[in-house]
């Protein structure tokens, strides 16, 4: 199937790893322009080299998405460089651990990584996107629907972006801006690897999470979660909005009790 993504122009923010390196990968494949917008400098720069030596586009902005200001002129740098902004991609955030304890300057340092450069991004290329009939994707997480304790900031913030996906769709609908959300649960990428790393036994956590997770025992990888956001990104897509999609094996939704392998044939005993 033909995405029809030549040669339009993607933004997305935390390009350099994990999930954003995979949606960026996925962009580039189908023919689109990509910005990568994050803050850390090398994975970034090494990309648009890698991208630039085969001909193609991913343009890397080095920012501090927790500044408004970097914000603005990461827009402003996509649209001076090409004129337009057809796909916007936000991504980045950090499961930061910032719980009830903390106070309230913490959580708002929180909202700040994980929350307000998405309005921030929007707000700034909302303009554009009107004028090409551009689309929004956001990137959320499970943890808005079953929270995880110790995480107040962080579960506030995907929280909101479910509600902003709608308002959004909403908003732009007028204007043919599609805006929809994808929820990853576990999906491996550099983040998660640290989160268990830091655990006493890294390797049988991991087991023990594959084991939760229906489809197959396993994480999702970020390919998996990059088709997801080409798909809603693309035109083929051309009357989906407002939704809110997760691309997680079943993780947040199924029966635990049906699908956990220690209890998989629950129902199955004849009586
Ligand atoms: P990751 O592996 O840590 O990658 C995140 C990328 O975003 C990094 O390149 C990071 O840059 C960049 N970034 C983070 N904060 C930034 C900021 N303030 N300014 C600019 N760039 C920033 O994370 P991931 O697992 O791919 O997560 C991506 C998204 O998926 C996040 O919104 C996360 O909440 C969500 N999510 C992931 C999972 C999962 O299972 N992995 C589950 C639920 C939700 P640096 O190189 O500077 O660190």
């Given at each position: 199937m033909d995405l029809q993504l030549n040669g339009k122009v993607a933004v997305v923010t935390g390009g350099s790893k994990g999930i954003g390196l995979g949606i960026v990968r996925a962009l580039i494949d189908e023919g689109?322009?990509?910005?990568?917008?994050?803050?850390?400098?090398?994975?970034?720069?090494?990309?648009?080299?890698?991208?630039?030596?085969?001909?193609?586009?991913?343009?890397?902005?080095?920012?501090?998405?927790?500044?408004?200001?970097?914000?603005?002129?990461a827009v402003q740098c996509a649209l001076d460089e090409f004129g337009r902004i057809d796909i916007l991609v936000n991504n980045a955030g950090v499961n930061d651990?910032?719980?009830?304890?903390d106070g309230p300057g913490a959580f708002l340092n929180s909202l700040q990584k994980n929350l307000i450069h998405y309005y921030a991004m929007v707000h700034y290329a909302?303009?554009?996107?009107?004028?090409?009939?551009?689309?929004?994707?956001?990137?959320?997480?499970?943890v808005c629907d079953t929270g995880q304790g110790?995480?107040?900031?962080?579960?506030?913030?995907?929280?909101a972006i479910n509600g902003l996906t709608r308002e959004w769709a909403v908003d732009l609908?007028?204007?043919?801006?599609?805006?929809?959300?994808?929820l990853p649960a576990e999906t491996w990428t550099p983040l998660y690897e640290r989160c268990l790393a830091a655990m006493p036994d890294p390797v049988g956590a991991r087991q023990d999470i594959e084991r939760l997770i229906p489809l197959g025992?396993?994480?999702?990888?970020i390919e998996e979660m990059a088709a997801m956001v080409v798909f809603l990104a693309s035109p083929r897509?051309?009357?989906?909005?407002?939704?809110?999609?997760?691309?997680?094996?079943?993780?947040?939704?199924?029966?635990?009790?049906?699908t956990a392998s220690s209890v998989s044939n629950f129902g199955s005993a004849e009586t």
């Open positions: 689109a322009k990509v910005v990568n917008v994050n803050r850390s400098a090398e994975d970034g720069q090494r990309l648009q080299q890698e991208y630039a030596a085969e001909g193609k586009v991913c343009r890397f902005v080095q920012a501090d998405l927790t500044s408004v200001d970097r914000c603005r002129e651990g910032v719980g009830i304890d909302a303009d554009a996107l009107r004028a090409h009939k551009g689309c929004i994707i956001n990137i959320g997480s499970k110790g995480t107040s900031g962080y579960a506030a913030s995907k929280g609908a007028p204007q043919g801006v599609r805006v929809n959300a994808v025992q396993r994480f999702t990888t897509s051309s009357h989906t909005t407002g939704q809110i999609i997760y691309v997680d094996g079943g993780y947040t939704h199924l029966d635990r009790k049906c």
